[in-house]
């Protein structure tokens, strides 16, 4: 908790949250708790039933305090929008700060990938990417989070010792070393702590 001052400088250009098993009651959280005057684009990648296309927003919504919406394709990052991965839909966030969907091949039985979100993440904002991991059954995400640190980016992942099931974090922490491992309410307060 000790990095708030540092990351209120970096005027971060995109927070992407994944996560799966577990997570919907992580993000409604967050959502809940976040402040309403949250100043940077969030989105959110979590696995989905491909067949089930709606209440995912509608439940994020009734909780959140800042719009949740689905993005179409070429759709632009907004500051304090969470942005959810529409089910059955990669999401890439590109160089001019638009969202992409793609119904490429299901990459580690899933689409969207959160593995995809991050990398695009960090390939077009650099270390101007926040990246969260949150609990969640399989190993997508932990190469995608690396690839955040790897450009400079700044990486978060959730507490696995307050995870519903913790493969997707000890995932991420078996391949790199975040720059900090957090409770969601600790996540809290770090998102918060962007807030001018």
Known sequence: MNN?????DRKFKVVVIGGSAGSFSVVSKILSQLDPG????LVLCLHRLKHVRSGLVEGLNLKSRIPVVEPFDKEKLKPGVAMLAP????LFVEFDSTISLST??????????????YSSAAYSF????LGIILTGANKDGAKGLKSIKD????TIVQDPTTCDVETMPQSALKLFEPDQVLTPDEIV????SLVD
């Not at 307060?189 to 918060?192: C, F, S």
């Open 151 to 154: 450009k400079k980016g700044y």
């Open 126 to 129: 650099r270390e101007k990417t």
């Open 104 to 117: 490429e091949e299901v990459y580690n039985h899933s689409r969207p990938a959160i593995d995809f979100a």
């Open 189 to 192: 307060k770090v998102l918060n």
């Open 4 to 8: 708030s001052m540092e990351l209120s």
């Open 87 to 90: 089910s059955n839909y990669h």
């Open 38 to 41: 949250f100043p940077v684009p």
